[in-house]
């Protein structure tokens, strides 16, 4: 059975740190590209994050570079997001997505089941 379990959300103050959690099973974890999406109540939902586990490549939206930091733990196959300096925008229900080539954004992308983060002033 395919599983991504997200974990790690909750209520922080703006300028606060969080860690979230995605672990993965079911499939073949170093094969896969694993991203973080977020999408807050009225909006679409936008891309925040991607991995490729294999290669070790990262990227980020432009606006989280520089406060968020993506990594994973390919034997535990956990992915995790560290969040710094938090802003009231990035309130959302934070999922994690996974494919082979595309970040989650393919058909078949497999997805989690998201975290609520919500940031106050």
């Known amino acids: 059975e395919v599983q991504l379990v997200e974990s790690g959300g909750g209520l922080v103050q703006a300028g606060g740190s969080l860690r979230l959690s995605c672990a993965a099973s079911?499939?073949?974890?170093?094969?896969?590209?694993i991203a973080w999406f977020r999408q807050a109540p009225g909006k679409e939902r936008e891309g925040v994050s991607c991995?490729?586990?294999?290669?070790?490549?990262?990227s980020y939206a432009d606006s989280v570079k520089g406060r968020f930091t993506i990594s994973s733990d390919n034997d535990k196959k956990i992915v995790y997001l560290q969040m710094e300096n938090l802003k009231l925008e990035d309130t959302g229900v934070y999922y994690c997505?996974?494919?082979?080539?595309?970040?989650?954004?393919?058909?078949?992308?497999?997805w989690g089941q998201g975290t609520q983060v919500t940031v106050s002033s």
């Open positions: 997505a996974a494919d082979p080539f595309t970040c989650g954004l393919g058909p078949d992308a497999y």
């Open positions: 079911g499939f073949t974890f170093a094969a896969y590209q």
């Open positions: 991995i490729a586990i294999s290669e070790g490549g990262t």
